[in-house]
T-cell receptor
Framework: GESVGLHLPTLSVQEGDNSIINCAYS??????FIWYKQESGKGPQFIID?????DKRQGQRVTVLLNKTVKHLSLQIAATQPGDSAVYFC???????????FGTGTRLKVLA | EPEVTQTPSHQVTQMGQEVILRCVPI?????FYWYRQILGQKVEFLVS????????KSEIFDDQFSVERPDGSNFTLKIRSTKLEDSAMYFC???????????FGSGTQLSVL
């Protein structure tokens, strides 16, 4: 089972720098991935998604990279802003199933 | 922009009482979900609902839990006899048939005393 008071890894970056948040997923059969941003007291907010037939996808100031060989997903945020401070989760889904499984999350702190 | 709405935002109840958490998914969405998040922990899947039936559920979703879509717009989660460990933030989510993007509501904070 999970431990109480799970300690989130934290990434601290200077405002204006680029951020890279990593996620290791568990199931090699997962074929769809989403990055979510969660601010305190709010629900997960969709940022960007990627399917397993792609290696890279770009959005506005964000890029997701997928490495299926090592089951690794990353979120790159360009020119990080104070409003980017939040907890970031990756989520995976396997074709043929309905559920989206969330990772443990990374706290991003943007330093002014 | 359409969004998933949840009510109430906070719910306080006594242990052993029944609670119903309410959600209005995005109007053209067909898949509905409940997740929960215990303070400081990750977001956990509870149940998915499609075509008026449960499509998948987790081990957490035991006989004390039930879901219902009583009409064309609402989606509810009922906990029959709440326990202290049910205290958590409960999130509703929905998606369309064609698009896998899953959108979340802002949650109901359930406190069981």
């Amino acid at each position: 089972g999970e431990s109480v008071g799970l300690h989130l890894p934290t990434l601290s970056v200077q405002e204006g720098d680029n951020s890279i948040i990593n996620c290791a997923y568990s199931n090699s059969a997962s074929d769809y991935f989403i990055w979510y941003k969660q601010e305190s007291g709010k629900g997960p907010q969709f940022i960007i998604d990627i399917r397993s037939n792609m290696d890279k996808r770009q959005g506005q100031r964000v890029t997701v990279l997928l490495n299926k060989t090592v089951k690794h997903l990353s979120l790159q945020i360009a020119a990080t802003q104070p409003g980017d401070s939040a907890v970031y989760f990756c989520a995976e889904r396997t074709s043929g199933t309905y559920k989206y499984i969330f990772g443990t999350g990374t706290r991003l702190k943007v330093l002014a | 922009e359409p969004e998933v709405t949840q009510t109430p935002s906070h719910q306080v109840t006594q242990m052993g009482q029944e609670v119903i958490l309410r959600c209005v998914p995005i109007s053209n969405h067909l898949y509905f979900y409940w997740y929960r998040q215990i303070l400081g922990q990750k977001v956990e899947f509870l149940v998915s609902f499609y075509n008026n039936e449960i499509s998948e559920k987790s081990e957490i979703f035991d006989d004390q839990f039930s879901v219902e879509r009583p009409d064309g717009s609402n989606f509810t989660l009922k906990i029959r006899s709440t326990k202290l460990e049910d205290s958590a933030m409960y999130f509703c989510a929905s998606r369309t048939d064609a698009n896998e993007k899953l959108f979340f509501g802002s949650g109901t904070q359930l406190s069981v005393l």
